[in-house]
C-alpha cells in the first residue's frame, strides 16, 4: 500500500504499522536529503526493539501531532530525538511510544550516515549545494 505524506494518509499508515504491516511510503520534501529524495518511495516495517538505535530512520508523532520520518539522533529512556538528514541544527523529541515504523536501510546507508550526523552544522554546505542543482 502506498500513502502520501499527508495528516490522514500518515494516521492510517500508522493504524497499519500497529497491525504489523509493512507499507511502502513517498518522501515529500527536503528534510531527509541527500539519502531520500522528494518523491523517493521507502518502505516501512512495524518498529522492533532493535531500530531504536542511532542513526536509524523512524516514522514518528510529535508532541504537536505532527508525523516525521528522520533519523535517530539520540536515544534516551523516556524520549527519543530525531533530526533530518537535511536539517542540521532543528530536532524533535518524541515519546518512545509514538514511534511507530522503521525503514530497512542497508549497512553502508548506515556507515554513511554516521559520517553524515558527525558533520553536524557542517552539513549545511554540502546541503546547499544539492539544493541548488535541483535535488
Known sequence: MQITSHHAGFELL??????????????EGRSML?????????????????????????????DAGRFVIHRIR???AERITLQGD???????????GRIYGAVACNPLH???ARFWMRLGTFRRYPLWLLKRCGF
Not at 537535511?86 to 518512545?96: A, D, F, Y
Open 14 to 27: 500508522r493504524d497499519l504499522l500497529g497491525e504489523g504491516r509493512e507499507v511502502t511510503v513517498r518522501i
Open 34 to 62: 541527500p539519502f531520500f529524495r522528494s518523491g523517493a518511495r521507502i518502505r516501512l516495517h512495524p518498529i522492533r526493539p532493535d531500530d531504536l538505535q542511532r542513526g536509524h530512520v523512524v516514522l514518528g508523532q510529535t
Open 110 to 112: 548506515l556507515l554513511l
Open 74 to 76: 539520540r536515544v534516551g
Open 86 to 96: 537535511g536539517n542540521p541544527v532543528g530536532t524533535e523529541s518524541i515519546p518512545r
